[in-house]
């Protein structure tokens, strides 16, 4: 048995209807995919939020601070050789603090909070110890992972890296 369909045509008000929704889906489908994609982080390797190699152990003489700027923190070699990665963010305000090697010190320019090489508050209005990052020996080179900061309150040893 064969049922027959009456075979109506599509009005122009039903099809431009039709395809006009089909290509609103697609601009709020794009418009989201954009505005996701520019609020996702993006981490590249060996840059900050990720796995930042900072060099070799003997590059870093005892008693220095040195900067990796791809890193944005500082890696502070010291007097008993070893190491902290301390993130170069003010504990404040959040303002870049500069390494001020005539001072031996690291210093605010926002708000002239004052730290020493370990990263412990010597003065100004910084609540807390500059944080700072994990580091690992990996294939000979200092590796500092930036995408896990660690906030503390002030210096303890057991913070420090020794290879």
């Known amino acids: 048995m064969h049922i027959k369909t009456p075979n109506k045509p599509v009005s122009r008000r039903v099809l431009l209807f039709t395809l006009g929704g089909a290509e609103l889906v697609a601009l709020v489908s794009q418009f989201s995919n954009a505005l996701f994609g520019y609020f996702k982080p993006r981490i590249q390797p060996g840059s900050f939020g990720g796995k930042v190699v900072a060099g ?27 190491y902290l990665a301390l ?56 590796v500092v992972d930036t995408g896990n900061p660690i906030a503390r309150e002030r210096f303890d040893p057991a913070q420090v890296f020794h290879t």
């Not at 990263?119 to 580091?135: K, S």
Request: glycine letters at 10%; aromatic letters at 10%; one cysteine or more.
């Open 56 to 82: 070799k152990p003997l590059e870093f003489k005892k008693g220095t601070v040195s900067h990796v700027q791809e890193g944005h923190f500082y890696v502070s070699r010291l007097a008993d050789g070893g």
């Open 87 to 142: 993130w170069q963010r003010c504990t404040h305000l959040g303002c870049t603090v500069p390494w001020r090697k005539d001072l031996n010190q690291f210093v605010c320019p926002c708000h002239s909070s004052i730290f020493n090489p370990q990263g412990e508050v010597v003065g100004g209005p910084a609540p807390r110890a500059m944080d700072m990052f994990p580091i690992e020996l990996t294939a000979g080179q200092l």
